[in-house]
C-alpha cells in the first residue's frame, strides 16, 4: 500500500544537538510537507518542497534545515537553534497546488522530546 | 489574513446523539476545505474534500456541509469508535496554495 513513512516515532535530542526526522513517501507525490504540532495549537508550516532540489521556508522555518534530493525523501533537521523543540511532527505530501486542489496526506508522526 | 476557527474546542457525547462541529473560515479565493479526523499519537487521516458552498460530502455517519463562511461536520448517532480530534483546513488562492489549518474539535463519544 502506498504511503508515507516517519521514523523514529519518538526521538530525544540532548542540548546543543541536532537531529534529524526521516519521511519517504511512495505516493509518487512531488509536494512534501513538515508540520508542528503543540496541544492547543493548529498545526504549522515549517518547510515545504513542491519539487526534488527546492523547498521554501513555511511559516516558523527558524531552528528547521531541509533537503530534498530525492522525490520520495523529505528529511527534516531539527537544530540546536531551535529553543523548543518538543513537539509533535509531522510530514505530509501531495499534488503540487499548482496543479490541482488535492488533499495532503500524512504520516503517523515524530514525537521529540529534550532529554 | 487567511484564519480558520473550529468550534466548540471539545464536545462530550453519548452514543446515539448526533450533534455538528462548526469550522469557521476567513481566506481569499477559497479553493478548498479539507477535514480530517487524528486520533492520539497519529497522523491527520483525510476525510472530505468540499470546494463550493453548497456543496456536502457523506461518509458512514458523517456529513460534511459548505457556505461561504463556515463548514459544518455533522455526526449522526456517533459511536465511541467516533472518538477523535478533528480538524479543519483550507486552502486559499495564494500561488503557493499551503493549507490554513484550525486547532480541532476533540470529541469524545461514551458509550
Known amino acids: 500500500d502506498g504511503g508515507i513513512t516517519q521514523s523514529p516515532k519518538y526521538l530525544f535530542r540532548k542540548e546543543g544537538q541536532n537531529v534529524t526526522l526521516s519521511c519517504e513517501q511512495n505516493l509518487n507525490h512531488d509536494a512534501m510537507y513538515w508540520y508542528r504540532q503543540d496541544p492547543g495549537q493548529g498545526l504549522r508550516l515549517i518547510y515545504y518542497?513542491?519539487?526534488?532540489?527546492?523547498?521554501q521556508k513555511g511559516d516558523i522555518a527558524e531552528g528547521y534545515s531541509v533537503s530534498r534530493e530525492k522525490k520520495e525523501s523529505f528529511p527534516l533537521t531539527v537544530t540546536s537553534a531551535q529553543k523548543n523543540p518538543t513537539a509533535f511532527y509531522l510530514c505530509?505530501?501531495?499534488?503540487?497546488?499548482?496543479?490541482?486542489?488535492?488533499?495532503?496526506?500524512f504520516g503517523d508522526g515524530t514525537r521529540l522530546s529534550i532529554l | 489574513e487567511d484564519q480558520v476557527t473550529q468550534s466548540p474546542e471539545a464536545l462530550r457525547l453519548q452514543e446515539g446523539e448526533s450533534s455538528s462541529l462548526n469550522c469557521s473560515y476567513t481566506v481569499s479565493g477559497l479553493r478548498g476545505l479539507f477535514w480530517y479526523r487524528q486520533d492520539p499519537g497519529k497522523g491527520p487521516e483525510f476525510l472530505f474534500t468540499?470546494?463550493?458552498a453548497g456543496e456536502e460530502k457523506e461518509k458512514e455517519r458523517l456529513k460534511a456541509t459548505l457556505t461561504k463562511k463556515e463548514s459544518f461536520l455533522h455526526i449522526t448517532a456517533p459511536k465511541p469508535e467516533d472518538s477523535a480530534t478533528y480538524l479543519c483546513?483550507?486552502?486559499?488562492?495564494?500561488?503557493?496554495?499551503?493549507?490554513?489549518f484550525g486547532k480541532g474539535t476533540k470529541l469524545s463519544v461514551k458509550p
Open positions: 518542497s513542491q519539487i526534488v532540489n527546492d523547498f
Open positions: 483546513a483550507v486552502r486559499g488562492g495564494g500561488s503557493q496554495g499551503n493549507l490554513i
Open positions: 505530509a505530501s501531495s499534488t503540487p497546488p499548482r496543479v490541482s486542489v488535492e488533499p495532503q496526506h
Open positions: 468540499l470546494y463550493s
